[in-house]
């Protein structure tokens, strides 16, 4: 994603910048998923590993990235609260 793109982003709900999720964060993230204990904010389960995502900068909200376009919507954001840090 173009940075020049990601600096005018931001958080729909806390209206925080984003920045692309860490590698780090981003395995732990997909081990949950695959242990199926992550669900999104509409509270429908998380199947699909991500390849790619944003992140609020206080690091609780998560916005899936998918075939390159970010998905900036409430109900599909996913609270990083539900990982066991």
Same mark, same amino acid.
């Given at each position: 994603?173009?940075?020049?793109?990601?600096?005018?982003?931001?958080?729909?709900?806390?209206?925080?910048?984003?920045?692309?999720?860490?590698?780090?964060?981003?395995?732990? @993230?997909?081990?949950? #998923?695959?242990? &199926?204990?992550?669900?999104?904010? $509409?509270?429908? +389960? /998380?199947?699909?590993?991500?390849? !790619?995502?944003?992140?609020?900068?206080?690091?609780? @909200?998560?916005?899936? #990235?998918?075939? &390159?376009?970010?998905?900036?919507? $409430?109900?599909? +954001? /996913?609270?990083?609260?539900?990982? !066991?840090?």
């Amino acid at each position: 994603m173009r940075k020049k793109i990601l600096n005018i982003l931001c958080c729909p709900i806390t209206r925080q910048s984003l920045v692309k999720v860490t590698g780090k964060t981003l395995t732990a @993230l997909n081990e949950a #998923i695959d242990n &199926g204990s992550i669900n999104n904010h $509409e509270k429908k +389960s /998380i199947k699909k590993k991500l390849k !790619d995502a944003l992140i609020t900068e206080d690091g609780l @909200l998560l916005y899936p #990235i998918e075939d &390159g376009i970010p998905v900036l919507l $409430e109900n599909r +954001s /996913i609270s990083l609260e539900q990982l !066991d840090r």
